[in-house]
């Protein structure tokens, strides 16, 4: 008898138990139609302070895209290991084409007038640098040649018509943070992502609710510098809306 009264009650307490189970129900995803799209672009790389900024992203979990000078990269270890940190996070990061020579290292007249040579330029960068991808950047200009945006000023239109020629994005930036004669970011962490934020707000950006911030590797190199570059991205992250991405997923590329 006793044993039937505790079949009954662990009976009981199994049903009990049983109903109280939460019945699972998958959570709809759903996409933020608040969502704004933030593009780290780092230029000029493998340089001293490409280290920093790979390491502040890797910690704050934000994608970027490296701009790489191809010279850079195969000059020495050096660069090649930088190379290799980067291209090893494919997660988070990606490498795009900025040239081998930068404009002839920096001869940016004369790059721009041989159209034909600045060509091969980029297409030699690309044996090296192995990007895996069509997104480049000229040295030195803000030009833009998607399936969507075109801008290119006179000097630059004849190398960028080559570039589209040959199925090359061309990718400018919206804002830049920009260095001084020491290489040092000339705003504070705070006016810049202040700047991100009214971009967005007034629609400045060349596609609306994504911003291309450019800065260059070379400008984080000191730690008091690279300590600016992890608060720029620590405010813009308080922004719930704002998503970071890499610039392979930029709307209206050519494929
Ligand atoms: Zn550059």
Known sequence: MIGY?????????TQINAAEVPVFKPTPIQSDSLAKYVYLSFD????PGTG???AICERQQVAATFFEVAFHQSRNSFGRNLYKKISSNKALFEIANHSYSHAFYG???NYYHQADSALQDFLKAEKILQTNNNITRLPGNNAWNTAKIKRASGLVRPLVKKMDSVGLNVVGWDMEWRFNKSGRPIDAPEKI?????SLFLHNKTKTKNHLVILMHDHEFRASA???KLATMIALLKRNP???????????GLKK
């Open 44 to 47: 000029d790389g493998p340089l």
């Open 225 to 227: 510098d690279s300590a």
């Open 193 to 197: 992502a202040a700047f991100a934020d």
């Open 52 to 54: 920093n900024c790979v």
């Open 107 to 109: 001869d940016y007249i």
């Open 241 to 251: 809306h704002y998503q970071f991405r890499k610039l392979t997923s930029y709307p």
């Open 5 to 13: 009264i505790i079949y009954i009650l662990a009976h009981f307490f």
